[in-house]
């Protein structure tokens, strides 16, 4: 198996389904660091493989990328092995707008496609990119740019549940963080007019008092299922990933076994 910056670890040859797991915007593959040994004592046999996106944690010093399209062509490329296996996908926010666009781009060349996406805490492409611009003040600028002060910004991500409270004494570790953030908001917006749809069965995640994106724009990525869809609500915010994790295990643990069985679907090109 080739090697990647993308992963931190090779793919165990012998599972019967891959997990790769798209981080949101300023997060990285930690968010999913417990995955393995939680998804194992619920009886689902997977291989959890969080994907390491560039300028951040472990490759913390390499250029981030500020646009969709080459992200997913270098993702595409140096996952090719891997996703020629039995796998599914699971995205979360910014990751369920790179899932996407990573299975439009495999659809339309013919490569192998996942078994299944779970994608959650998005909108769907058709909709604008969510904007931190509640009461913090924090937005977009039309160019895509987070145009807020790091301290709106700052307290805009503490209020979704994304940021601690305490961070906020700590400067040093918000020019860190802050800079990814950014950089990750340019890219969501770079994305452009929606695709087509997907010849993949899409899992749909919300949480229920999510104050940036609502349930019903999450249930509007149903037009992009050519295969079914199938939506769950979760308690928690917009990052019931981490405040939910066990719920939203819970949910997701079934679907590895329902798709751990079956043959690798393939794309015709579109």
């Given amino acids: ?25 300023g997060g990285g593959a930690s968010a999913y ?5 939680e998804l194992d004592a619920r009886g689902a046999s997977v291989d959890v493989l969080p994907v390491r996106l560039p300028g951040r944690e472990g490759r913390f010093g390499e250029p981030r990328f500020t646009e969709l399209a080459p992200l997913v062509q270098e993702l595409d490329e140096e996952l090719d092995e891997v996703l020629a296996s039995p796998h599914l996908l699971y995205g979360h926010s910014m990751g369920a ?7 439009r781009r495999r659809q339309e060349r013919g490569a192998p496609l996942p078994r299944a996406a779970l994608l959650a805490a998005y909108r769907a492409p058709h909709l604008p990119p969510p904007r931190l611009d509640s009461d913090t003040g924090a937005g977009a600028g039309t160019d895509g740019s987070c145009v807020a002060s790091d301290s709106n910004l700052a307290r805009a991500l503490v209020a979704l549940g994304g940021l601690p409270e305490a ?14 953030v950014r950089d990750d908001l340019a890219l969501c917006a770079s994305a452009g ?8 069965p899409l899992h749909l995640f919300a949480g229920a008092d999510d104050s940036l994106v609502r349930t019903s724009e999450v249930t509007a990525w149903r037009r992009y299922a050519a295969r079914g869809c199938e939506v769950r609500v979760l308690p928690g915010g917009h990052f019931f990933l ?29």
Wanted: glycine share 6%.
């Fill in 33 to 37: 660091a417990r995955w393995q040994r």
């Fill in 167 to 180: 961070l906020l004494g700590h400067p040093e570790w918000l020019r860190a963080l802050l800079p990814v």
């Fill in 1 to 25: 198996m080739t090697t990647t910056e993308y992963l931190a670890r090779a793919p165990r040859p012998h599972a019967p389904v891959r997990l790769l797991c798209l981080p949101f915007a």
């Fill in 242 to 270: 981490r405040t939910h994790e066990g719920w939203l295990l819970d949910e997701v643990a079934p679907l590895v076994r329902r798709y751990g069985g079956r043959r690798t679907v393939h794309a015709a090109a579109s």
């Fill in 193 to 200: 007019p929606a695709g087509g749809s997907v010849r993949v």
């Fill in 97 to 103: 707008l790179i899932a996407y666009a990573l299975m």
